[in-house]
């Protein structure tokens, strides 16, 4: 028995052996891509478009496809007939699905928005009108799909598809100084939308929001470029405490080409508006500067009245949400972490409660849509546990719920316009994306795609299997994830090196297939280090209480339990507790960093990537959700900020930034470059010209970074000449 048990564990070790390790080229040539579906957009009936392109002819097309046999029934347009167009980047349809919005040379500013050249093309004539000879942004058909609305130099025009003549609507749009119809910086990046004007759904009216961020402060970046001399990038940033742009509501009517204020109380914030299914009333979020006091209001267009519909309060903030829906009586759909958990609710068109839809300690994490003939609502939510996502349906008085998808693990729903079916795409930590085909009753049709040829690859390599596990220390329980070497034996030691990025309502440990960052992981694995993972206070999907617990001390509480969560590892008789280290990005980064400097007895190294080193750095509207202005709350600003105890610094720290950062700017990692020069303490240092945050764009800009980390991680954490198998003394 003896000698089949050494013979066993012999071939093992050659069947490893003889497998490869991850390499960095890899990760990032492209060798491990996940093959995905285009993004669909669902059609009217049970049909369904993707964007294709074709290889043969080089030419774009938008195909139109049956949910019910996922066959194509018919291609709408083809880049190869247009004149003058030889593909396309985006497409998108007017309401009853003749025409298309067509764009090319897509041109990016910030995060989600970008410039590009926009045509109309009907389907039935097969015809193609430029909308303006200009770049524009956020071209939108009118609902009667006879003119179009697109923003330009900060004004907002309409375009008659008819009589081919353009409207200018607002006229005082300027560079850094007012916006019309679009979003300033910190609108687009923290509440995430660009386009801020709506037609009216009998296309009467455009409701718009003007910015005038005149006295907004100014941030400016030198960018580097190729010429001789640089240039530099100029735009409106509303750092922490200062003042914001004047946002104010206004509603074009077409046939008198009047614009109109709409006055709507006291408020810092217009972070939505949308008509509702009555074509004169319009509906608009604000919020209080501290983002804890929602008002929802509904506008009579006709004469321009306001009404306090909903009004939710909280003793610290209140997430922005997209799950506003309106029914056919004007009744609307809201979810609300008001009892503790996000649930959906459904009010009455005055704004009263009828009930609450969704129950119990668990959170909805996406609606989707309702069937208004069934009164069956779809959604998505955390209640297979608080790492995986499933679909569920449920009745519109809150029975009759239903799980629609059966495997554990992330599953995420494209619904058919009426609900009639949805494809669902689903993945977990040991099985790459599969997209599947289902019935609006959860019953799975056909399997659509799956990385089958991936996994085949995968098994030449060695990867290890990622462990979920739950972390306690004396301040909570909290989900983590393990990667062990590869040849793991318990028996010997190995450096740990730690990953999260542990921001407010964010999740790092959660049950889906690999990104880029899981194969780095899986590299370290190969030379010899163990990984772990682990969501602290404030991460999101366990209710508001633990994800608010941070509020007003951003940070603290999340670098302590990262420092405890290294000690309670460290007891474990395979982890080396003098070799641990921890990387992170943005607010990771200034985690990392904090743990370095706070935890410089149990962190040995530390890289930060992009990060916040002080939160008077950050912009408004994310920083004062969690900590309120500066000048109410010095301490929970500069109290956790490392540029004051830089001083504390013992172990190896890599610090990297993209030059470019619009987001997070180049500024902090600048000023904690300073403070850590002043406390003679040494440190590396990469800037990466002109990057932005994602420090992505250039040649082999990601593959360089990568290297340089690994080669950071390979010089100063474990013993290298044992290979990190020292066994414990």
Same mark, same amino acid.
């Given at each position: ?76 347009? &083809? +880049? /190869? *007939?247009?004149?003058? !167009?030889?593909?396309? $980047? %985006? ?110 759904? &009998? +296309? /009467? *009216?455009?409701?718009? !929001?003007?910015?005038? $961020? %005149? ?112 029914? /056919? ?7 609300? $972490? ?113 990385? /089958? ?277």
């Amino acid at each position: 028995m003896k000698k089949l048990l050494i013979l066993i564990i012999a071939i093992t070790s050659i069947a490893t052996a003889q497998k490869k390790n991850v390499t960095l080229e890899e990760i990032w040539n492209g060798t491990f891509r996940t093959e995905r579906m285009n993004s669909l957009n669902s059609m009217n009936g049970n049909f369904y478009t993707l964007q294709n392109f074709n290889r043969e002819t080089k030419s774009t097309t938008v195909d139109k496809y049956s949910y019910a046999t996922l066959e194509k029934v018919k291609t709408l347009v &083809d +880049s /190869k *007939n247009l004149h003058g !167009l030889k593909y396309f $980047e %985006s497409y998108s349809f007017n309401n009853n699905e003749t025409k298309l919005i067509l764009g090319v040379a897509t041109e990016p500013i910030y995060r989600r928005s970008s410039l590009g050249v926009f045509y109309v093309y009907d389907i039935a004539s097969k015809t193609l009108q430029q909308i303006d000879e200009d770049k524009i942004q956020e071209p939108t058909f009118s609902p009667d799909s006879k003119k179009v609305a697109y923003g330009k130099n900060n004004n907002i025009f309409i375009k008659n598809l008819e009589t081919n003549t353009v409207t200018q609507i607002t006229f005082d749009g300027k560079k850094n100084n007012i916006i019309n119809g679009i979003c300033d910086w910190v609108y687009e990046e923290e509440f995430g939308f660009v386009k801020a004007f709506e037609w009216s759904g &009998d +296309s /009467k *009216n455009i409701a718009f !929001l003007r910015f005038d $961020e %005149s006295k907004v402060p100014t941030y400016s970046m030198d960018i580097v470029g190729k010429d001789l001399y640089p240039t530099q990038q100029v735009f409106k940033y509303p750092k922490a405490g200062e003042k914001n742009a004047v946002v104010t509501l206004h509603i074009y009517t077409i046939n008198s080409a009047k614009t109109s204020k709409i006055n709507i109380g006291e408020y810092e914030y217009i972070p939505r508006i949308k008509w509702t299914n009555n074509a004169t009333t319009l509906s608009a979020i604000t919020l209080n500067r501290h983002q804890n006091n929602l008002n929802l209001y509904f506008i009579n267009a006709s004469n321009f009245s306001t009404k306090i519909v909903l009004n939710e309060t909280n003793n610290t903030y209140i997430d922005i949400h997209d799950n506003l829906t309106f029914l /056919k009586d004007n009744s609307f759909i809201w979810t609300s $972490e008001k009892d503790g958990f996000n649930h959906i609710y459904h009010y009455s068109k005055n704004g009263e409660l009828i009930n609450q839809v969704t129950k119990g300690n668990w959170e909805v994490t996406n609606f989707y849509t309702i069937n208004e003939k069934t009164k069956t609502l779809y959604y998505q939510s955390v209640e297979d546990g608080s790492i995986n996502r499933t679909i569920y349906s449920i009745k519109l008085n809150g029975k009759g719920k239903k799980r629609l998808t059966n495997a554990s693990g992330t599953n995420s729903a494209s619904f058919s316009k009426n609900s009639a079916y949805f494809i669902n795409t689903f993945s977990d930590a040991n099985t790459p994306t599969i997209y599947t085909l289902h019935n609006g009753k959860g019953k799975q049709l056909k399997e659509i795609l799956n990385n /089958k040829k991936l996994s085949e690859k995968l098994e030449s390599y060695n990867l290890v299997k990622k462990e979920f596990f739950i972390l306690k220390t004396a301040n909570g329980e909290f989900n983590a994830w393990m990667l062990k070497p590869t040849n793991f034996d318990s028996s010997k030691e190995y450096p740990l090196f730690m990953t999260q990025y542990s921001g407010p309502g964010s999740q790092s440990v959660s049950n889906r297939w690999n990104g880029a960052n899981d194969y780095w992981y899986q590299h370290l694995a190969n030379l010899g280090y163990i990984i772990v993972c682990v969501d602290g206070r404030g991460t999101g999907f366990k209710g508001a209480d633990f994800k608010k617990s941070t509020y007003l001390n951003l940070v603290k509480y999340e670098t302590i339990d990262q420092i405890d969560a290294a000690k309670e590892l460290a007891k474990l008789n395979y982890i080396d507790a003098t070799e641990i280290g921890i990387w992170g990005w943005s607010f990771g980064g200034h985690m990392s960093t904090n743990c370095l400097l706070k935890g410089n007895d149990v962190f040995k190294m530390a890289i930060a990537v992009a990060p916040v080193t002080s939160w008077r750095f950050y912009d408004t509207i994310y920083t004062e959700r969690f900590l309120q202005t500066p000048q109410e709350n010095p301490t929970g600003y500069d109290d956790n900020s490392p540029i004051n105890y830089a001083d504390k610094l013992k172990g190896k720290f890599l610090l990297v930034h993209g030059s470019g950062d619009d987001n997070v700017h180049v500024q902090n990692t600048m000023r904690l470059t300073n403070a850590l020069i002043e406390a003679n303490k040494p440190f590396d240092l990469a800037i990466y010209p002109d990057r932005t945050h994602g420090i992505y764009r250039g040649k082999n800009t990601r593959l360089h970074l990568y290297n340089k980390m690994t080669s950071f991680i390979k010089q100063n954490l474990g013993d290298k000449s044992t290979h990190f198998e020292l066994k414990k003394q």
